[in-house]
């Protein structure tokens, strides 16, 4: 549609109206997905502030996995240190326990003749990435075109949801979900595998720098336990 208005002399000149709509419309576009870029910047580099000043943390987890027709619901409690040290202690509904001290990963339930060690460098673990929630790496560096994320529902409102892929596992993981709480806390992270599985992670009642010993994340073999080496499974 040709629009016609008038210059200071009288003369009539032609306005293209739907050529100036269009590029008004990408134009805001563009704006929007700078602020939004921005936006995403600013959230993880809070997170990433927030984590580096921690030198250890303790906090309640909830995970939940589904795929292959089924679901199942683990908790406990997690303990990690720096650098790169994770206790993962399963209470419900049996006893797990999945611990790395930075070089070495094991995997051991109570009861059983055998406990798996893996080094942390081969670990194709899922429970193993989440060592950056002390620093170990950037958020935006972690996770490959990492953005907002307004299409899924955060688990607390007022919290900010984040969506990339992880480098390290892009092979395995096609997206990973980082809800971020409004002190800049991560509250929950959820791994979307290339299969369709999904793997969610929900923390509570975290306690920031507390006191806890670098024995808590050395595997002592118990009496008669064979170690074995192998992936350690979901």
């Given at each position: 549609?040709?629009?016609?208005?008038?210059?200071?002399?009288?003369?009539?000149?032609?306005?293209?109206?739907?050529?100036?709509?269009?590029?008004?419309?990408?134009?805001?576009?563009?704006?929007?997905?700078?602020?939004?870029?921005?936006?995403?910047?600013?959230?993880?580099?809070?997170?990433?502030?927030?984590?580096?000043?921690?030198?250890?943390?303790?906090?309640?987890?909830?995970?939940?996995?589904?795929?292959?027709?089924?679901?199942?619901?683990?908790?406990?409690?997690?303990?990690?240190?720096?650098?790169?040290?994770?206790?993962?202690?399963?209470?419900?509904?049996?006893?797990?326990?999945?611990?790395?001290?930075?070089?070495?990963?094991?995997?051991?339930?109570?009861?059983?003749?055998?406990?798996?060690?893996?080094?942390?460098?081969?670990?194709?673990d899922l429970r193993s990435p989440?060592?950056?929630?002390?620093?170990?790496?950037?958020?935006?560096?972690?996770?490959?075109?990492?953005?907002?994320?307004?299409?899924?529902?955060?688990?607390?409102?007022?919290?900010?949801?984040?969506?990339?892929?992880?480098?390290?596992?892009?092979?395995?993981?096609?997206?990973?979900?980082?809800?971020?709480?409004?002190?800049?806390?991560?509250?929950?992270?959820?791994?979307?595998?290339?299969?369709?599985?999904?793997?969610?992670?929900?923390?509570?009642?975290?306690?920031?720098?507390?006191?806890?010993?670098?024995?808590s994340f050395h595997f002592a073999?118990?009496?008669?336990?064979?170690?074995?080496?192998?992936?350690?499974?979901?």
């Amino acid at each position: 549609m040709v629009k016609a208005e008038t210059s200071p002399d009288g003369a009539s000149i032609p306005m293209r109206t739907g050529c100036t709509a269009h590029k008004l419309a990408v134009l805001l576009v563009i704006v929007a997905g700078a602020t939004a870029e921005a936006d995403v910047h600013t959230i993880a580099q809070k997170v990433d502030e927030h984590y580096n000043r921690l030198r250890s943390l303790k906090a309640r987890f909830t995970e939940t996995y589904r795929g292959a027709g089924m679901e199942r619901t683990e908790s406990g409690t997690l303990w990690l240190k720096k650098p790169g040290k994770m206790r993962w202690e399963y209470r419900s509904p049996r006893e797990k326990l999945f611990l790395s001290d930075g070089k070495e990963a094991w995997f051991y339930v109570p009861g059983d003749r055998q406990a798996r060690r893996a080094p942390v460098r081969n670990l194709d673990d899922l429970r193993s990435p989440l060592g950056f929630l002390l620093g170990k790496t950037r958020l935006e560096k972690e996770l490959q075109g990492l953005s907002l994320a307004p299409d899924v529902a955060p688990w607390n409102a007022g919290d900010t949801v984040l969506r990339g892929v992880p480098r390290a596992m892009a092979h395995r993981v096609s997206q990973v979900l980082v809800e971020v709480t409004p002190d800049s806390s991560i509250a929950r992270i959820l791994i979307e595998e290339a299969d369709g599985a999904t793997t969610e992670y929900r923390f509570s009642d975290l306690e920031e720098n507390v006191p806890v010993a670098d024995q808590s994340f050395h595997f002592a073999t118990p009496p008669g336990v064979e170690v074995i080496a192998g992936d350690f499974g979901q």
